[in-house]
């Protein structure tokens, strides 16, 4: 009959059940599926009811690396140049093991008389006055030796609010050094003039021989003058204020040379 339409049995159940979808290793298993979602810009429609399902490799996308002021996108591979051992932590899994040099303290034991370091974060410590500020970075180093055996040592020396008239602006052991050269700033607190001088220091181990080779100041005259003594294995050099009432702030920078 015209406009009449009935059910059409072929006596078969093929795809009644609906499709099935499973996982390899039999988890999730869902069935019937009747929709599938994928991602967007990964299904193309080829027509004839076919289509290309194109898929990632291993959950797709990229890594970004970054050291908290560089970053680098899309990242597919991390190569280490050294410090680190990559090794297989199971499918899909790297588990790297950073050494020394990575970011973290330096282990081990100072020995005795040496400083140990990488006790903190960007510290140098058992010795207060070695440190290095890493704001400013600025490396303070109360004493260096150069050479062998410290043959020759960089030191300084500050005298603060001294007064009189003879005012001991260095000193410096006589058994293990013959000769000093100095750099010496003289501040006078209670007029704010300057001074600065280089002298050069000798001994014989009897006496002390100083000569200044240079001099420069602010005001109308030299603030005052040097002058130098051997004692007890001990050079010291000493200076002399035109106003000794005057508190003086004198600061010394040493150059020793070993005998």
């Known amino acids: 009959m015209a406009g009449i339409r009935t059910n059409r049995y072929t006596g078969s159940d093929s795809g009644a059940s609906g499709l099935r979808i499973l996982e390899l290793d039999g988890t999730p298993d869902v ?5 599938i979602y994928v991602s967007n810009g990964t299904l193309t429609d080829n027509g004839g009811g076919v ?9 797709g996308g990229s890594l970004t690396v970054t050291d908290g002021v560089t970053s680098v996108g899309a990242t597919t591979t991390l190569t280490f140049l050294s410090g680190a051992t990559v090794a297989s932590g199971g499918a899909g899994l790297a588990n790297v093991t950073i050494t020394a040099g990575g970011g973290g303290t330096i282990a081990g034991t100072a020995t005795a008389g040496l400083v140990s370091y990488g006790s903190a974060p960007n510290a140098i ?3 207060a006055a070695f440190a290095y500020d890493d704001t400013t970075d600025i490396l303070s180093v109360p004493t260096i030796d150069f050479g062998t055996s410290g043959s020759r040592q960089l030191t300084s020396n500050t005298v603060l609010l001294a007064s009189g008239a003879s005012i001991v602006a260095s000193t410096f052991d006589g058994t293990v050094f013959r000769s000093c050269k100095y750099t010496v700033q003289i501040t006078n607190v209670t007029t704010s003039e300057y001074q600065q001088t280089e002298l050069l ?3 014989n181990g009897t006496n002390l021989y100083i000569t200044v080779y240079a001099n420069i100041y602010t005001g109308a005259s030299a603030l005052g003058n040097f002058s130098g003594t051997y004692a007890a294995n001990t ?3 000493s200076f002399a204020p035109v106003i000794p009432a005057n508190n003086y702030d004198i600061k010394t920078i040493e150059w020793l040379t070993e005998i």
């Open 31 to 35: 069935q019937p599926v009747t929709t």
């Open 51 to 59: 289509v290309t399902l194109t898929t990632g490799g291993g959950g």
């Open 125 to 127: 410590t058992e010795e």
């Open 201 to 203: 220091a000798i001994h």
């Open 235 to 237: 050079a010291t050099v």
